[in-house]
């Protein structure tokens, strides 16, 4: 894990929440699908817990970040996705992980869009009641906008 400042978004709700974050070291054993299923299609009680768009342009469109949740194997777990018509090829989607409040995480993907022709997730990770243990999804358009996350939840 690599140690790496705090990032501080005032509202999920627009573009100017989102914040540049740098890349981390992935420890794989956090990063899996939660009881072997996809999250997307497979979980139930789903909810967005935000969205924003990270690229809009007139002509092609938006693509979407949001990090959700919902329920696999009667456990709450977390993902990120990515959304829109202006997908293409070489979207990412990740998912960063703190264990204490967003000081330091871990960086669960990329997930990498293969032909563009698709919503993108990750895989779902376990929530926990501790407050120190939050989530936030990051992804890239290829059509570009640079890296963008959200707002620790």
């Given at each position: ?54 690229y809009s342009n007139w002509f092609w469109g938006e ?74 999804a990051c992804g890239q358009a290829a059509r570009g ?9």
């Open positions: 894990m690599r140690r790496v400042g705090v990032l501080a978004a005032t509202s999920v709700l627009c573009l100017s929440s989102l914040a540049a974050a740098g890349p981390a070291q992935a420890n794989l054993g956090t990063c899996y699908y939660y009881g072997g299923v996809e999250p997307e299609p497979n979980a139930y009680n789903r909810w967005t817990v935000y969205e924003n768009t990270i693509v979407n970040l949001g990090l959700r949740v919902g329920t696999l194997n009667n456990r709450q777990v977390a993902w990120a996705r990515l959304t829109g018509p202006a997908q293409k090829s070489n979207d990412a989607v990740w998912l960063d992980i703190s264990e204490d409040g967003g000081q330091s995480w871990e960086q669960c993907g990329p997930v990498w869009n293969g032909d563009g022709s698709r919503n993108l997730w990750t895989s779902a990770i376990p929530t926990r009641s501790d407050p120190n243990f939050r989530f936030r906008g640079g890296i963008r996350c959200g707002s620790w939840w």
